[in-house]
């Protein structure tokens, strides 16, 4: 049914100022502002719409992840933006002093960051 449809994922925050900024400036996306919020188009056509909301609560899960070919790099000059990356010490997650999951399946490495309004993002480095 929805196998020609173009599709689009979208989540709220709560200062579309700041996620402009975020995302335009500090992750370097193309955004574009739209009456009802921010389109931020990714590579390979993809995009997500961010919308304003007054109850915002930030989910406890991932909603955006990056491929990256240099993780290391990648934390490097995320931190030069001031991006920290997140520090996991769970059973099933584990972070290097970097922020770096190293795993025995799935990508080679993983590494999250939030920002300003407390989504999860990732910047993965596939094997």
Not at 21 to 29: D, I, Q, V
Not at 109 to 120: C, E, M, S, T
């Amino acid at each position: 049914m929805f196998k020609n449809t173009k599709a689009f994922s979208s989540f709220s925050v709560d200062d579309l100022k700041r996620a402009k900024e975020f995302y335009g400036k500090t992750l370097g996306l193309d955004v574009t502002e739209k009456p009802e919020g921010l389109l931020l188009k990714l590579a390979g056509g993809a995009e997500v719409f961010v919308y304003p909301s007054n109850d915002y609560e930030p989910p406890d899960h991932t909603v955006l992840n990056f491929l990256v070919g240099d993780i290391d790099k990648a934390i490097d000059e995320l931190g030069k933006r001031g991006v920290r990356m997140e520090q996991y010490d769970w059973p099933e997650i584990k972070t290097d002093n970097k922020g770096v999951c190293h795993g025995e399946t799935g990508p080679k490495a993983i590494a999250w960051f939030k920002d300003p309004a407390g989504h999860i993002l990732a910047i993965l480095q596939e094997k």
